[in-house]
């Protein structure tokens, strides 16, 4: 016995026939119309949120850009400020003078201070 189911074209004629029938031309029209209107709606939001995500990511770029020009700036004032020549000058405008006889005191061990209220 040769179990045998084969399609042929008037069948499957049939059954679109009978799909149509079931949802009915319009329907289907409509219902594609609508699936577009939401694709095409999701589609503009996604492209709307992918470029302010791009103009975020451009600006932050450019504030990195500027803080390292800013921090290359201070790094080379500091080192101007902090080298000998200045600190020497420094020193003297604020009035510094070079230690010469170093007086240490002894504390005792019993000594202590206090504060009045």
């Known amino acids: 016995m ?21 949802l009915g031309f319009k329907t289907i029209l ?27 990511i451009k600006n932050y770029g450019e504030k990195i850009e500027s803080l390292y020009q800013e921090n290359e700036n201070l790094e080379i004032n500091f080192a ?9 000058k420094m020193a003297s405008e604020l009035g510094f003078e070079k230690t010469e006889n170093i007086r240490y005191i002894k504390v005792l061990e019993n ?3 206090t504060t009045k209220k």
């Open 80 to 88: 101007s400020v902090t080298s000998l020549d200045n600190v020497k």
């Open 2 to 22: 040769n179990n045998t189911f084969a399609l042929n074209h008037y069948f499957l004629l049939s059954y679109r026939m009978s799909f149509n029938r079931i």
């Open 30 to 56: 409509l219902l594609g119309f609508l699936l577009t209107f939401f694709l095409t709606l999701f589609y503009t939001i996604q492209y709307s949120n992918m470029m302010k995500a791009g103009f975020l």
């Open 111 to 113: 000594a202590f201070v």
